[in-house]
Every structure is written in structure tokens, then in C-alpha cells.
């Protein structure tokens, strides 16, 4: 009955495991989640009573597709002194989470076989995006020696006459690395040599940074604003504003394409809730000052479980930059034998291994194979001190009695 388009559907492995994680707690196990992606603080509270606000007084219908003429003027007035351009509110579009953002970015420009660079390791939604637009993902395999970024010549080897995007993601999801100003000049030089490749910047992260004293991550467009008419530049409220479940993301680009993923949205979503656009309006004109509070806690909640994963024999933390995440070297641990329920289990892949983990340990983490690296688990710190303390506690107990 279904179609190749549907056979070709995963669900989101990190949804899925947050999700039997999440069955095993109601069946009254203990469990401890570090996988999901999301603040565990509350959205700001003058963004709650925007929201509110917009209720009360009716403003719930239908908006334009790409969103309300007052929230694309904020976000074109927030891409342009983030990224050192100016942007108009045409430039910009609205909807339904940056995920679907990128969605309707995808299916706005790409043709069947039209190949997208992925720098592994990446976000695990990434693939299965470009297969939905019937386009090839083409996996620029980094590693360790460059930090998990994308280096020149690794994307000069990936481009080929059917390449028609890069997609880059600084701070990255899972790494946590932020490319910096020199790397992404170094990058636009190659870009340089092939102008019809789009390159599509995810920056969901991008005030997440820990170093930063309220600038955003360096962007490739500050490195070479020359490439304007090429980028498509990826942003929303769910991680800077604490909103994951308002489902609000935007883009700037050029016009062509802007218009294009707007009609895209006409034609699926209609557009993204009104209440959450008044809502993510009030994050885009006061959110900075608890912004700054959140990178604090963020750096604090780093130190305290880096700390703790540091008492685990075995484990190397990738000392992430930014974003909420840890990407933990496991792979001195790969081939071990843990005891699941009394029988031994070989670990010859991170998904074994996490799998062991959470059913003898009731700990929850995201093997990094669904990142397309193996070797490594990525470890959401977006959690109260004690509750990684619980966990880092079981991962040791854990990886102890590894034979
Ligand atoms: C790298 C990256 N891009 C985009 C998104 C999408 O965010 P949202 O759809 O909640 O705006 C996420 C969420 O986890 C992410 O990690």
C-alpha cells in the first residue's frame, strides 16, 4: 500500500529512543533520558504572556504563509546584526519549526539526484530530509583530527557537477564544535569555484555559545558577504527561546527561494501558529538578557557533568563550544561484553551498546551511528546536576562491568 516516499521513512531514531525511554519510566523504572534535544527550563515568561496576550485578545486565525508582517520584520532586524547584512522582511520566512524550515528548503531547490554535502558527524534528520526531496546525500566523513568539522579539502573532494547544496551546522548538534571565522573563509574560497551550489546554514544554535559575552557563533556570511545571494540561513525559537513545543522556525535567503519556500508552506502547513508567532515576536525583542542566563547555566551544567564522565575509565569528552550537547568517545569500549539480563551481548556498535545501557542501567543516550559516526554517544546536558550525576554514576557502574 505505501508509497516508495513512505517506504523510505524512518522515524526520528532520537524521538524513538526518547520515547521507549520515556515508556520505561511509566512502567515505573527509574530512568534517566539524556537524549532529547530540548531545554529543560521553562519557555521565558514574558513570551508566555505574549502568548496569552495574542489569545485573549483573538489574534488566533489564519496569518500570511510566511508568517506575520511584525515577525518578519524582527527577524530580518535579528539575521542582520547577527550576520553583518541587511536583510528586508521579504527576505525572511516563517513556519512551522526550523525543521520544517529546512524541509521546504530542501524541496524548494533540490531535483531528483541533485547531491547535498552532509558533513558527518551530523544531525540525524538531515538524510532522511534530502531522500524526501529525492536528492542524494553526499557524507563528508570528518573526525576527531579536524575537530568534526568540514575542512576545505574534504569539501573540495565531495563537490560534483551534481552537487546543489551544503549544509552546514555550527554550533553543531552533536558535536557541539563552532566553526570559526578563519574555517568558514576557508570554506567560502572553495564555494567560490562553484557558484550554483546553495548552501543552506543551520544556526539554531547559534546564541548558544558558551564563550560568547552575547555575540552569536561566527557565520559564513560574516567571513564572505559576498555569498548572500547563495545562502539560505536557518534560525528559530526553540532552543534560544526555550520554545521546542511552539514550533516556530524562520530562514533569510534570497528572495527567489524565500518565496518559493513560503508557497511550499501555503500549500502544506498554511503557516505557522499565530499564537506562537506573537509569542516568539516577544523572545526576538526581550530574550537576550535570559538568553545570557541560559549560556551560564549551560557552562555550568558542562563543567559539573564533565567532570563527573571524567571519573569513567575508558570515556573521552569532545569539549563541545556550544549548543547542549556532549559527544563522548566510547570507542575504547567497543568490543567489550556486557551482561543484558544475564546473557552476554557482544558491543560491536554504539546502538548495542546504548541498548545495554539503558535496559540494565536504565540510562538513555543517542548511539552516535545515527549521527553517521560510530564510536561515540551523544549526551544531551540540557538537565538538572543531579539528574547527570544519577546518570554518569550508572554509565560508570556500566562500562565497570564491561569484560
Ligand atoms: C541541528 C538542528 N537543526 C534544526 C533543529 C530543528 O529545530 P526546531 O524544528 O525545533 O525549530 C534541531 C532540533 O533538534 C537541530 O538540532
Same mark, same amino acid.
Not at 119 to 126: D, I, K, N
Not at 155 to 163: D, I
Given at each position: 500500500m505505501l508509497s516508495k516516499r513512505a517506504q523510505l521513512l524512518k522515524p526520528s531514531p532520537i524521538l524513538m529512543l526518547a +520515547?521507549? *525511554? !520515556?515508556?520505561?519510566?511509566?512502567?515505573?523504572l527509574d530512568v534517566v533520558s539524556l537524549t532529547i534535544g530540548e531545554p529543560d527550563w521553562g519557555t521565558y515568561e514574558p513570551i508566555r504572556e505574549a502568548a496569552i496576550a495574542a489569545i485573549r485578545e483573538g489574534r488566533t486565525k489564519y496569518t500570511p504563509p510566511a508568517g506575520i508582517p511584525e515577525l518578519r520584520k524582527a527577524v530580518a532586524a535579528q539575521v542582520s546584526a547577527d550576520l553583518g547584512i541587511p536583510y528586508e522582511p521579504a527576505d525572511i520566512t516563517v513556519s512551522t519549526g526550523a525543521k520544517f524550515v529546512l524541509f521546504s528548503a530542501l524541496q524548494a531547490i533540490i531535483d531528483p539526484g541533485d547531491e547535498v554535502i552532509l %558533513? +558527518? &558527524?551530523?544531525?540525524?534528520?538531515?538524510t532522511t530530509m534530502v531522500e524526501l526531496a529525492e536528492g542524494a546525500p553526499k557524507i563528508a566523513a570528518c573526525d576527531a583530527a579536524s575537530n568534526f568539522k568540514l575542512t576545505p579539502e574534504l569539501?573540495?573532494?565531495?563537490? /560534483?557537477?551534481? /552537487?546543489k547544496a551544503v549544509l552546514l551546522n555550527s554550533p553543531s548538534n552533536p558535536t557541539g564544535m563552532i566553526y570559526s571565522n578563519e574555517e568558514l573563509r576557508a570554506l567560502a574560497a572553495v564555494l567560490k569555484d562553484h557558484p550554483r551550489v546553495v548552501i543552506i546554514?543551520?544556526?539554531?544554535?547559534?546564541?548558544? %555559545?558558551? *564563550?560568547?559575552?552575547?555575540?552569536?557563533?561566527?557565520?559564513?556570511? =560574516? *567571513? +564572505? &558577504?559576498?555569498? =548572500?545571494? =547563495? %545562502? %539560505?540561513?536557518?534560525n528559530g525559537a526553540s532552543k534560544s527561546y526555550a520554545m521546542t513545543g511552539w514550533r516556530l522556525g524562520w530562514a533569510a535567503g534570497p528572495r527567489e527561494i524565500i518565496n518559493a519556500m513560503s508557497n511550499y508552506q501555503s500549500q502544506s502547513v498554511s503557516c505557522a501558529s499565530a499564537i506562537s508567532q506573537y509569542a516568539a515576536l516577544e523572545g526576538l525583542r526581550l530574550g537576550e538578557t535570559d538568553i545570557a542566563k541560559t549560556r551560564q547555566l549551560l557552562a555550568q551544567r558542562y563543567d559539573f557533568i564533565a567532570g563527573e564522565l571524567a571519573k569513567i575509565p575508558g570515556l573521552k569528552v569532545c569539549e563541545p563550544q556550544g549548543a547542549f550537547y556532549i559527544w563522548l568517545?566510547?570507542? *575504547?569500549?567497543?568490543?567489550? /561484553?556486557?551482561?543484558v539480563g544475564g546473557r552476554p551481548v557482544k558491543l560491536t556498535t554504539t546502538t548495542e551498546m546504548a541498548e545495554a545501557l539503558l535496559e540494565e542501567r536504565q540510562v538513555a543516550v543517542v548511539p552516535g551511528i545515527e549521527f553517521g559516526l560510530d564510536g561515540y554517544f551523544r549526551l544531551s546536558f540540557a538537565l538538572e546536576n543531579s539528574k547527570a550525576k544519577i546518570a554518569c554514576d =550508572?554509565?560508570? !557502574?556500566f562500562f565497570e562491568s564491561l569484560k
Open positions: +520515547a521507549k *525511554a !520515556a515508556e520505561m519510566k511509566a512502567s515505573g %558533513v +558527518a &558527524p551530523f544531525w540525524a534528520s538531515y569539501l573540495r573532494r565531495a563537490l /560534483t557537477p551534481k /552537487t546554514s543551520d544556526d539554531i544554535y547559534n546564541r548558544l %555559545v558558551f *564563550a560568547s559575552k552575547g555575540e552569536v557563533a561566527p557565520h559564513i556570511l =560574516r *567571513a +564572505a &558577504p559576498e555569498l =548572500r545571494d =547563495r %545562502v %539560505v540561513a536557518l568517545d566510547v570507542s *575504547a569500549h567497543m568490543g567489550k /561484553t556486557a551482561s =550508572r554509565m560508570k !557502574a
